[in-house]
């Protein structure tokens, strides 16, 4: 059984509006994170979070919101989509140990296509 | 300019040969994690490295933190190892911000 659950799969959107990819985790970790694959760029750290405290936002536009609304969600908001946007967003999550560097661990990937 | 470049970009193997990827890292890297991503798109795991060697079945990464790179070698390649291998670095004080190579695509021929 997947322990990252990213909802949904594939996800189809018309130019200027607004979708939130779904993502929750059941390994009982205490970080987790978004990272983005487009076709042109290697995968892209976009945010991080631990303890449901954003630490890291590496994220140029405010158009991308993470949300939490529990320890083991983190859902991503985009709002005002452009084309520029479609790739393949990944959550990903980690024990959440600040002391330490540690193995991530990521969902199956939400596929955006904005037309 | 790429902080962490991956070559070869393409690999294609027979069945049962041996191969060797690797990463060169223009930042100092303090950890390293190599990922498989299948066809299906899903990114695993490989392994985490601090500086050292990991050996996982057919599998064995290493990373040398002063010379700046990052190692894994595949032997007796299977079918199902096909796909893109991708090496992250994470420099300190950065936890769970990996940065992320280009990825070599692998391909395995029976």
């Known amino acids: 059984d997947p322990k990252i659950i990213q909802k949904p799969k594939y996800l189809v959107a018309v130019t200027g509006s607004e979708k939130i990819l779904i993502c929750e985790q059941y390994?009982?970790?205490?970080?987790m994170y978004w990272y983005r694959q487009s076709a042109k760029k290697p995968l892209e750290f976009m945010f991080s979070?631990?303890?449901?405290?954003?630490?890291d936002n590496q994220t140029a536009s405010s158009r991308f919101q993470p949300q939490s609304s529990k320890k083991n969600h983190l859902d991503l908001q985009i709002t005002a989509l452009k084309p520029d946007d479609s790739a393949t967003y990944f959550c990903?999550?980690?024990?959440?140990?600040?002391?330490?560097?540690?193995?991530?661990?990521f969902g199956s990937g939400t596929r955006l296509t904005v037309l | 300019g790429d902080k962490v470049k991956q070559s070869p970009s393409a690999l294609s193997l027979q069945e049962g040969t041996n191969s060797a990827l690797r990463c060169n890292f223009s930042?100092?890297?303090?950890?390293v994690q190599w990922f498989l991503q299948n066809p299906r798109g899903s990114l695993i795991n490989l392994f985490y490295?601090?500086?050292g060697t990991k050996e996982n079945g057919r599998l064995k990464s290493a990373f040398d933190s002063k010379e700046s790179y990052s190692t894994l070698h595949i032997r007796d390649a299977q079918l199902e190892d096909s796909g893109t291998y991708f090496c992250?670095?994470?420099?300190?004080?950065?936890?769970?911000?990996?940065?992320f190579g280009q990825g070599t695509k692998l391909s395995i021929k029976p």
């Open positions: 992250a670095a994470e420099a300190l004080n950065n936890q769970g911000k990996l940065i």
């Open positions: 979070y631990s303890y449901q405290k954003l630490m």
């Open positions: 390994l009982g970790h205490n970080a």
């Open positions: 490295l601090v500086p």
């Open positions: 930042i100092a890297a303090t950890t």
């Open positions: 990903a999550s980690s024990q959440g140990r600040l002391s330490s560097a540690e193995t991530l661990y």
